[in-house]
């Protein structure tokens, strides 16, 4: 039997999603209370009245709840997941607006009804009095602090953190050029196709509750629900259905909508569901939004980096339910595979009178590619060097792993790396894509009045962040093997990926694993889905719980067949003599065996009953040490995160009339160690890079001055659809294993997005001649900054 | 996003129709436009009036020098009207830019000129055409040219109680003309960030004769230019008509938003009117070389 | 069209259509989204629901064979049509259609949210154009909106699903 680690296998999810039976959240509690929320219109403003008794006749009302209706710990604020010493203003909303509200789209009353549409109508007649505040909107206002997002907060500043290696400003006063760059980013968001939402059912008789939510994070829901609602956490159960896309919306938690319907469930005694449309989706949810850096950076002759400053502004929205770990991330993995001696960063967390900022796939790493490799091009662009040679002497090379860069990263453990061979990675790259045959195209492009342009963008990912997971493995007398994990699934193929695992590392085939994900019920310690980390995470956990198990399993064979374990193999679920196939035993029998009964339930189990034979009277059943059952719990947790890498080139041609840029080629080489699923992670690279352009070309959320977000729609915010993505990927990789779990890999989920920004931007530079400090660029946005280019030159 | 409650009604013929449509009454056809307003609660009509039973109404016709579409008419039908396109080339180079296929299966030429926005590519194409909307209600029948039709953005002259029937867009004349439509949208399917329609005829040496040009997304309504001062005596297959470029973007008064900058808007109506002239007469070459 | 009263007063319409080739029967009020009456008064829960603005086209079925948007069709307005979702697609015996199988095989979905919008789509599209170069694929899929493939191997299953098709077609006793 072939491995099943490195197959390109058939998803096991995919038969009953292109059926149509999914089941999604908004699939479940049919006959459920439907919620509805009241949401703020202004973007920052005190609530003076809330009038219902306009709502109170509306047909099929139930209930309706504000603030001075929540009691106990639901009346505080929301938790604030990730504390740090320097989040010294940390502000979190609270479920339904005490007095004020700081965003659009802030939840200010819930409206329970027997459908949707009541809800709304009863919504819609609700009469709120506010009295308008002024609100902050963008890095600009949020630094002048004219006006204050929350009262209490000085500057609007939730956090000023710095970290450093090095003497920096020493290192830049002696370096022989200095260069200083202003650039500027704007992410976007998430977007999955499938919104937010929950389905809560509360057991009178049996005092439990019961909760389905489009999450990433089962047991955060879990206990951050038990802890709002005051019940014991085995009173709650969380279950994630299929989810129809995370991409880093759905890690935060609690939503207010997550405690708010099961509380309400609880109070009418009836099942209530809360699915939240497209609009709430862009008002209430979670952006990952602008930053706005200063960089001075000293180098040699070389162009080698000798010391590295970045300043750098974060907009976090309204309230910081998250932290600050998307600007840690930029911080730290601004780094990239560069090697600075002195690196010295600084940044301030701002609020602002709009929605959340929490991460979104890149998580903060897109910003921070984007401002080290604009800084690298403008170096290479000063010094008359090619960009890649630069690159190159830069470069932590392969023989200086693990590497230890004197930071703390985003899981509180210090920034090393552990492996990667960036030198090798460039060199397939700019074999993939031509890099030193492209000059020559793009004099002969010129010739015919074509802009084309080439771009190159490196980054590191620092993956399988801890602080563990774990996975439950058990063989059923059937020979069927069941396995649990508590992260959750969004679409990226984990009941394959860690089924091949398991087969593997039992020996059984694909077809007779069946994997869980998300559900409290099945595994209940488990951190959650985000940072690229469930291949590592869960796939070793899965790993270690499967040798346990099978450990086990040789170990009864062993027993039953009277040879030593070490003589057994399993191969195609059945247990065997090394290289004798009419020795064996199918697993389902060893399973039967391993569980001494009384009682013989069926045929089968009739081998394991007490005077069925071959039993060693001088022994107890279950000896001291052991268990019934072939099972295998394990959990794995790493002392650090695993560090994966890749690099992208892009050829854009620019249409000189119309500033529209096109695709011409998209190249991706990466390295995430030895692929478990090599079409999944594929998947994964063609997802992530079509967000990586839509961000750069495409997206953005447009808040006006008053903090409205005027393009809170599919309509106007432009998600790409096949027309504005590449027309083809190509795609090099390299494996370098990660020495620091069981499985030697490394996480790939959000590779494809990290360099979008900065591979267009360099492209673009290239092809236009103008350099391209901030992102994104629409066709309009290039167009002016040609304008302005011109008119400078003119100037002159 | 639901819909807020409305009346509902359902009528099985024009007639019966006109008799529903009072002053409340928004009219249902294709909903694509409409639909959308209703789920998100920017329209709350108190009463609807489903006018996709009259079946009566889904004509595409080819005569009288006219090409007439019928209230019901969905996109996707004109798009697939051979006569249709013969007759009045435009109507399929405008067609192809509105949406997406799925939208233009339910979707109404007609009614996406009653929803008459500045954005739409079939407000344009009937500006230019000079052509005509007839609309009727129980007190009668009236035909408005379409430069009385389009008022403002989502506003047009149609009063409570009229039922728009059909709309009529002119053929092109036999020989010596043709028609072009550029447009440039942010994504493939989007409203235009800037659009244009072009009319080009020759003279009778031979030259250009003369042409005009309707945009898209740069005012309240449609706006339709006279070219011909700019073009008049040009050759006929030259390859650039900077003059036209040049009146647009003198003539044109765009507004920014989100997608781009008015600046941004007039340099692209320029390139546009050229790629359309450009088009335009390259058609009108052909019918005469044919 | 009749209609009565319904459960919070509101006025409802008995609407028939037939779906996947059965007659089924709502009484829903005339503000009834489509894509509501299928997914909670039909139970057809496979059409997926992203922006009710038409926009993603997550939501999209087939009326009377042609791809539409069901977030922008009141049900009342169907009245009388026939409908295929996506619970539609595959034979009675529970085989695959070509695109469906086409989809697993290339690796087309990844959430599967927006994909039965995205089969219905393709259904319909290459039983209008059965051998669809590049361009035409992609026209074909260009107004449903994916956030997680990338649509590269959405595009490879439209091929993919054009040549099962030719292949079924091919077989003996060939059927498609």
Redesign the interface.
């Known amino acids: 039997m072939s491995s099943l680690f490195g197959a390109r296998v058939q998803r096991v999810e995919d038969d009953r999603l292109i059926r149509g039976h999914g089941a999604y959240l908004d699939d479940l509690g049919n006959g459920a209370l439907a919620a509805a929320f009241v949401r703020s219109p202004y973007a920052h403003a005190r609530i003076t009245d809330i009038d219902v008794s306009g709502a109170l006749d509306v047909p099929g009302l139930v209930a309706i709840y504000s603030y001075e209706d929540l009691t106990g710990r639901l009346a505080e604020p929301l938790p604030l997941l990730i504390p740090h010493p320097t989040l010294t203003h940390g502000r979190t909303p609270y479920p339904l607006a005490q007095t004020e509200v700081n965003h659009v789209g802030e939840a200010i009353a819930m409206v329970v009804a027997t459908d949707r549409y009541a809800a709304e109508d009863a919504a819609d007649l609700i009469d709120v009095s506010y009295e308008p505040l002024p609100a902050v909107v963008g890095i600009e206002a949020a630094r002048a602090a004219d006006q204050l997002v929350h009262d209490d907060v000085p500057g609007n500043l939730a956090a000023n953190s710095t970290q450093e290696h090095g003497d920096t400003a020493a290192a830049i006063a002696a370096a022989p050029h200095v260069l200083e760059l202003d650039l500027e980013i704007e992410r976007s968001a998430s977007t999955p196709l499938e919104g937010r939402g929950v389905l809560a059912e509360w057991d009178e008789k049996a005092a439990r509750l019961r909760l389905w939510t489009s999450t990433q994070t089962s047991t955060g829901v879990r206990a951050a629900v038990a802890a709002k609602l005051g019940l014991d956490l085995s009173q709650v159960d969380v279950i994630t259905p299929d989810v129809g896309g995370g991409f880093g919306v759905k890690i935060v938690h609690p939503w207010p909508e997550e405690v708010l319907v099961p509380w309400a469930a609880r109070l009418l005694g009836q099942p209530v569901k809360f699915t939240e449309d497209r609009r709430e989706h862009f008002i209430s949810s979670a952006h990952e939004r602008a930053q706005v850096h200063h960089v001075t950076v000293g180098y040699d002759d070389d162009g080698r980096m000798l010391g590295l400053d970045v300043r750098f502004w974060h907009d976090n929205g309204a309230y910081v339910p998250y932290g600050i770990i998307v600007p840690i991330v930029t911080s730290t993995q601004l780094l990239g595979p560069y090697k600075p001696p002195a690196y010295r960063v600084e940044f301030d967390s701002l609020y602002t009178n709009t929605v959340l900022v929490t991460p979104y796939r890149g998580a903060g790493r897109p910003h921070g590619c984007f401002v080290m490799e604009r800084t690298i091009d403008a170096i290479a662009a000063e010094r008359g060097l090619d960009r890649a040679l630069v690159r190159e002497r830069n470069f932590i090379q392969p023989d200086e792993m693990p590497y230890d860069h004197g930071l703390i990263f985003q899981d509180g453990r210090p920034l090393i790396y552990d492996s990667g061979d960036y030198p090798a990675g460039l060199r397939k790259l700019k074999d993939l894509v031509g890099w030193d045959e492209f000059p020559a195209a793009k004099a002969a492009a010129a010739a015919e009045g074509r802009r084309i342009g080439i771009g190159l963008a490196c980054y590191v990912e620092g993956t399988g962040v801890g602080p563990y997971e774990g996975a439950h493995v058990v063989v059923e007398t059937s020979g069927k093997v069941k396995v649990a994990t508590g992260l959750t699934t969004q679409g990226q193929g984990h009941q394959t990926m860690l089924a091949q695992v398991v087969a593997d590392e039992l020996g059984v085939p694909l077809r007779d694993v069946e994997v869980v994900t998300g559900d409290t019920r099945r595994f209940s310690y488990a951190v959650g889905t985000f940072a690229s980390r469930t291949a590592v995470m869960s796939g070793s956990a899965v790993a270690l719980a499967a040798r346990k198990a099978k450990e086990k399993a040789l170990r009864v064979a062993a027993d039953a067949l009277e040879v030593a374990p070490a003589d057994l193999e399993i191969t195609d679920g059945v247990v065997q003599v090394k290289g004798d196939p009419e020795s064996g035993i199918s697993l389902g029998t060893v399973a039967v065996l391993s569980n001494p009964l009384r009682y013989a339930f069926d045929e089968a189990a009739t081998a394991a009953t007490q005077f069925a034979g071959g039993t060693d009277m001088s022994r107890p059943p279950i000896a001291d040490d052991d268990e019934p059952g072939i099972e295998g719990r394990a959990y794995f947790s790493p002392v650090r995160s695993t560090f994966a890498s890749g690099m992208h080139a892009v050829i854009v041609e620019t249409d000189p009339q119309t500033a529209e840029v096109t695709i011409l080629r998209y190249c991706v080489v990466h390295d995430c160690g030895p692929l478990i699923n090599p079409r999944i992670v594929e998947g994964q690279i063609h997802g992530g890079v079509a967000q990586g352009v839509g961000g750069a070309l495409y997206e953005r959320m447009a808040y006006d001055e008053t903090g409205q977000l005027v393009n809170a729609s599919f309509m106007d915010f432009l998600m790409p659809y096949a027309s504005e993505v590449p027309k083809q990927i190509e795609i090099d990789h390299l494996e370098t294993p990660s020495p620091l779990n069981p499985l030697g890999i490394k996480g790939v989920g959000e590779a494809g997005v990290i360099p979008g920004a900065a591979v267009l931007a360099a492209a673009i530079e290239d092809a236009e001649g103008i350099p391209i400090r901030s992102m994104p660029m629409s066709p309009s946005d290039l167009f002016e900054l040609r304008a302005a280019c011109e008119s400078q030159a003119g100037r002159r | 996003m639901k819909p807020s409650p409305f009346r509902y009604s359902r009528p099985e013929s024009v007639t019966e129709a006109l008799v529903l449509l009072d002053d409340e009454a928004k009219v249902l056809a294709g909903g694509q436009s409409l639909i959308p307003l209703l789920n998100m609660r920017l329209a709350a009509p108190e009463h609807l009036v489903d006018i996709n039973r009259l079946t009566e109404l889904s004509y595409v016709e080819t005569a009288n020098g006219a090409v007439r579409i019928g209230a019901l008419a969905r996109h996707a039908e004109v798009l697939a009207c051979e006569s249709a396109a013969a007759a009045q080339p435009l109507l399929r180079q405008a067609l192809r830019w509105v949406a997406h296929p799925a939208v233009r299966n339910r979707g109404t030429t007609v009614g996406s000129l009653v929803h008459g926005d500045p954005a739409g590519e079939m407000p344009a194409v009937l500006a230019l055409l000079g052509g005509t909307v007839r609309v009727a209600s129980i007190a009668g029948e009236r035909a408005i040219p379409a430069s009385d039709f389009f008022l403002g953005p989502l506003e047009t002259a149609l009063e409570p109680g009229e039922l728009a029937i059909d709309a009529e867009f002119p053929a092109l004349a036999r020989s010596g003309s043709g028609t072009g439509f550029a447009e440039i949208s942010r994504r493939r399917g989007d409203y235009a960030v800037c659009g244009v329609a072009a009319l080009a005829w020759l003279g009778p040496d031979g030259r250009v004769g003369g042409a005009s040009a309707a945009y898209l997304s740069m005012g309240p309504v449609p706006v339709v230019l006279d070219l011909t001062e700019a073009v008049a005596g040009a050759a006929a297959d030259a390859a650039t008509f900077p003059a036209a470029a040049g009146l647009a973007r003198d003539r044109l008064d765009p507004q920014p938003d989100i997608h781009a900058t008015a600046s941004y808007r007039r340099h692209l109506a320029g390139v546009l009117t050229e790629r359309a002239l450009l088009a335009a007469l390259a058609d009108a070459r052909e019918t005469v070389a044919a | 069209?009749s209609a009565n009263q319904g459960?919070?007063?509101?006025?409802v319409?008995e609407v028939r259509l037939t779906v996947n080739g059965a007659a089924r029967t709502a009484n829903v009020?005339?503000?009834?989204?489509l894509s509501?009456c299928l997914?909670?008064d039909l139970?057809?829960?496979?059409?997926?629901?992203?922006?009710?603005?038409?926009?993603?086209?997550?939501c999209?079925i087939l009326?009377n064979g042609?791809?539409?948007?069901s977030?922008?069709?009141?049900a009342?307005?169907a009245?009388g049509a026939d409908i295929t979702?996506?619970?539609g697609?595959?034979d009675p015996d529970g085989t695959?259609s070509p695109v469906?199988q086409a989809?697993?095989?290339c690796?087309g979905?990844?959430?599967?949210?927006?994909?039965?919008g995205f089969?219905t789509?393709i259904t319909a599209?290459l039983a209008a154009t059965p051998n669809p170069d590049?361009e035409q694929a992609?026209d074909m899929?260009?107004?449903?909106?994916?956030?997680?493939?990338?649509?590269?191997?959405?595009?490879a299953a439209v091929h993919r699903a054009a040549e099962i098709t030719r292949e079924r077609a091919a077989e003996p006793g060939g059927r498609s």
């Open positions: 069209m459960a919070n007063g509101a006025e319409h009020p005339a503000r009834r989204l509501d997914r909670h139970r057809l829960t496979g059409t997926h629901v992203g922006c009710e603005h038409g926009v993603c086209g997550a999209t009326l042609a791809p539409v948007r977030c922008l069709l009141l009342v307005s009245d979702t996506v619970e697609l595959a695959l469906q989809f697993a095989e690796h979905l990844q959430c599967g949210f927006c994909t039965p089969l789509t599209g590049d992609r899929i260009g107004g449903n909106l994916c956030r997680c493939t990338g649509y590269q191997n959405i595009l």
